[in-house]
């Protein structure tokens, strides 16, 4: 067990839909990170958040957003969802922005039909 | 762009076979070298890592070393169990930067 916990554990929603995806860093980590791994695009990153400020921007599409809140969860929203969103969703958290730190997430599995 | 290239999968061994991964990478600088196992059902996990040239990370029976010369990170194992059934990915991290790059994976398979 990471520490890090995701909700939901699975999610099956419709073309169109808007789903958001939750993630409780460690204890006292500050730095939030989001990735997809889908099976075409293998595992890809899509935004940082350092206490509350985004920190760093990856390939994540404008139709994403994703914001930490005041006690460093993060939230990472997705609309206008399409049938190519199906992915698995990991969170990762880390000290002080320290990527050779993190600690992931076991994910949450999308489903778009 | 920094790019991970991994070998193609999926491995399949038998208990006690000898493990080799390889991993090749495209970056500019020195960055950090990691590679990463995801069991069934379960988030990645930092399974070793080496942050300059000639390092040697090395955890559970797993080593690996930063060869800047052939930009490789290449994963070995000299005894592999059933339970290392996993998928693994090589990954890199740029200094400064914020992100990791991944690999594609590759999935491992030990028969008994």
């Known amino acids: 067990d990471s520490g890090v916990t995701q909700t939901p554990k699975h999610l099956i929603t419709a073309t169109g839909q808007r789903v958001t995806l939750r993630c409780s860093p460690r204890?006292?980590?500050?730095?939030v990170y989001w990735y997809q791994q889908s099976l075409d695009q293998g595992l890809q990153f899509l935004i940082q958040?350092?206490?509350?400020?985004?920190?760093a921007k990856g390939n994540i599409l404008e139709r994403f957003s994703a914001q930490q809140f005041p006690d460093l969860h993060s939230e990472l929203n997705l609309s206008s969802l399409e049938l190519g969103d199906s992915a698995l969703y990991f969170c990762?958290?880390?000290?002080?922005?320290?990527?050779?730190?993190?600690?992931f997430g076991p994910g949450t599995r999308l489903t778009v039909l | 762009g920094d790019s991970v290239t991994q070998m193609e999968g999926p491995v399949t061994l038998s208990e006690e076979a000898f493990l080799t991964i390889n991993c090749t990478y495209t970056?500019?600088?020195?960055?950090?070298l990691f590679w990463y196992v995801q069991y069934p059902g379960e988030g990645l996990q930092l399974l070793l890592k080496?942050?300059?040239?000639?390092d040697k990370g090395s955890n559970k029976g797993f080593e690996a070393t930063y060869r800047k010369e052939t930009t490789s990170f290449h994963l070995e194992k000299g005894s592999v169990q059933v339970s290392d059934s996993a998928v693994y990915f090589c990954?890199?991290?740029?200094?400064?930067?914020?992100?990791?790059?991944f690999g594609q994976g590759t999935r491992l398979t030990i028969n008994p």
């Open positions: 958040y350092y206490n509350g400020e985004e920190r």
């Open positions: 080496a942050t300059k040239a000639d």
């Open positions: 970056a500019t600088g020195y960055p950090s």
């Open positions: 990762a958290s880390s000290v002080e922005g320290l990527v050779d730190t993190q600690y």
């Open positions: 204890s006292g980590d500050l730095s």
């Open positions: 990954a890199l991290s740029r200094q400064g930067a914020q992100k990791l790059v």
